[in-house]
């Protein structure tokens, strides 16, 4: 009667199997350093161009869209605050995840994935390298390293993106502006906002590596490896970020 | 237990891919410098022969021996050892297209499971890599990258880099699918001649019968360094005639419906059988 659940439940299983065996592989060696550094490259200082701008662009369309409602209360004043935490808590991990769940989980999932229907994968293992310390433990580090450093950039420029908008539409001085967005963030916020892209991290590598290692069936199952790879890692963002959010509410 | 020579052997092995069986009930064996050609329809199970014997598969049920020691309970770990004895060509190469070729063929040297001490200096890895290039009369290519070569040099390479370990057992999944008539006989020219020079044992996959048939029929002669049939009159380098030392085995959908000599091969009433025996067929 559950016949349907068991695709999934097998997925999930075998998702876990890879994760379990790339996270045993950080404390193994042969350390791959030369591979950690390349996707670190790849990742982080690839997406760094995108993300500034997505992150610079958010702030500025939430302090515009903001500004009208604020008006209402003449609180406008307050738009320093209300950028700061919406980007800090929420908007800054998310946005960001999701990016690099696009620009990168897809990658990860394509190339891993062409080497797997080209038979490299199975090459690599039949002349003795486990592909997973090679290929899915690097990529795990350097995202789990990199993404934290990307939100904290994409939150940083929001916040001036926010400011620009304040000082040039809305009388705010900049000044002002800052001092309450900083003001404002408690140690609860800034953990929430380095917790979740650590989780989102691990989540948008392994997704991709997953999603690469049991691509099938060709160029066109390459394709679909980097579609799924790329929806299921935005989507567990969400899942997650919901999930956390009520736990760190609570722990105010 | 008996002291086993065999370099290779499947006791019973069974494999199935959710229902189809890929392996039904296969047992063979090889003694080292033997050839074993495997001949056999699309999806009979050629390839998962190969993949078995090196551990890049596991059995569903029976044994798989190589070098007289049952792997089937072996680890990935484990069998890292043993698959530096055993060098694999893969069908398309294999190669890795973000490495030159020169990486390519280094790296069963450079990611072997061994002590630091054992491990070769880079000097070391550069002149076999080189040899291994040379034997293949490919040694120009070095710094080039896979994308930039011809199908059948991709080939040539992936030899190189299969027996560049010097491995006693070589595995040839279809060396000649999709290539032109004249680089076919080019690339089993080379497996004649690694035979012949090393004395390697081979177990080669592949749609063509007449590969087998140049394989057990000529040999590699050092003196002009040509491949020619072996009645020619000239001193082969100490392997048995090659027409006793190359076994065929046919196999449908899973079962190994045939093993013996090229002669029992052509005499053999079989329909299925028959239909690999045509000599030219490429």
Not at chain 1, 183 to 204: C, H
Request: with cysteine; proline share 5%; net charge negative.
């Amino acid at each position: 009667m559950l016949d349907f659940l068991k695709q999934p439940i097998e997925t999930f299983q075998e998702f876990l199997f890879l994760s379990g065996r790339a996270f045993r592989n950080i404390f193994r060696s042969p350390h791959y350093a030369d591979d950690i550094l390349l996707q670190m490259d790849i990742i982080g200082v690839g997406s760094l161009f995108i993300v500034t701008l997505i992150g610079f662009f958010s702030g500025v369309v939430m302090s515009l869209q903001m500004s009208r409602a604020l008006a209402t209360y003449g609180a406008q004043g307050k738009i320093g605050e209300i950028v700061s935490i919406t980007l800090v808590r929420e908007l800054g991990p998310v946005l960001t995840a999701v990016l690099v769940a696009g620009r990168n989980a897809s990658g990860i999932a394509s190339e891993i994935g062409s080497m797997r229907v080209t038979e490299q994968i199975d090459a690599m293992r039949a002349l003795g390298t486990d592909p997973v310390q090679k290929l899915v433990t690097p990529r795990l580090i350097a995202t789990a390293v990199v993404l934290p450093l990307l939100t904290i950039i994409a939150d940083f420029i929001g916040l001036l993106g926010g400011g620009l908008i304040a000082s040039t539409m809305m009388n705010i001085s900049f000044d002002q502006y800052w001092n309450s967005a900083w003001r404002i963030l408690e140690y609860n916020d800034l953990v929430q906002g380095l917790v979740k892209p650590f989780l989102f991290a691990l989540v948008i590598a392994l997704v991709g590596c997953y999603y690469g290692i049991h691509t099938s069936g060709g160029t066109q199952g390459v394709g679909r490896a980097t579609t799924k790879a790329v929806v299921v890692a935005s989507v567990w963002v969400f899942v997650i970020t919901s999930l956390l959010d009520p736990l760190f509410v609570n722990l105010q | 237990m008996p002291q086993d020579a065999t370099i290779v052997r499947f006791e019973d092995v069974s494999l199935h891919y959710g229902e189809t069986p890929a392996l039904d009930h296969l047992s063979f064996s090889m003694k080292p410098g033997e050839t074993s050609i495997v001949l056999g329809a699309a999806g009979s199970g050629k390839t998962m022969l190969l993949k078995c014997a090196v551990g890049l598969v596991k059995p569903d049920s029976g044994r798989v021996f190589l070098f007289g020691e049952d792997v089937t309970p072996w680890t990935e770990t484990q069998m890292f050892a043993m698959r530096e004895k055993v060098g694999i060509l893969f069908q398309e190469g294999g190669l890795f297209d973000s490495l030159t070729i020169a990486e390519n063929v280094a790296y069963p040297l450079e990611n072997r499971p061994v002590s630091a001490e054992e491990k070769l200096s880079e000097a070391e890895i550069m002149e076999r890599v080189s040899e291994s290039l040379r034997f293949v009369e490919l040694e120009h290519t070095l710094e080039k990258f896979p994308s930039e070569l011809s199908g059948g040099m991709r080939r040539r390479v992936g030899i190189a880099r299969a027996v560049v370990t010097r491995p006693p057992l070589v595995l040839y999944d279809s060396p000649t699918a999709g290539l032109d008539p004249i680089t076919a006989n080019t690339i089993i020219n080379l497996i004649i001649k690694e035979r012949d020079l090393r004395n390697t044992a081979a177990i080669m996959v592949t749609h063509r019968f007449l590969d087998g048939h140049l394989m057990a029929n000529f040999r590699y002669n050092p003196n002009n360094g040509n491949v020619e049939p072996h009645n020619v009159d000239h001193l082969a380098t100490g392997t048995e005639d090659t027409a006793v030392s190359t076994r065929f085995l046919v196999m449908n959908e899973g079962r190994l419906v045939f093993e013996g000599s090229e002669r029992e091969l052509l005499a053999s009433p079989d329909p299925y059988v028959q239909k690999f025996c045509k000599p030219g067929t490429s």
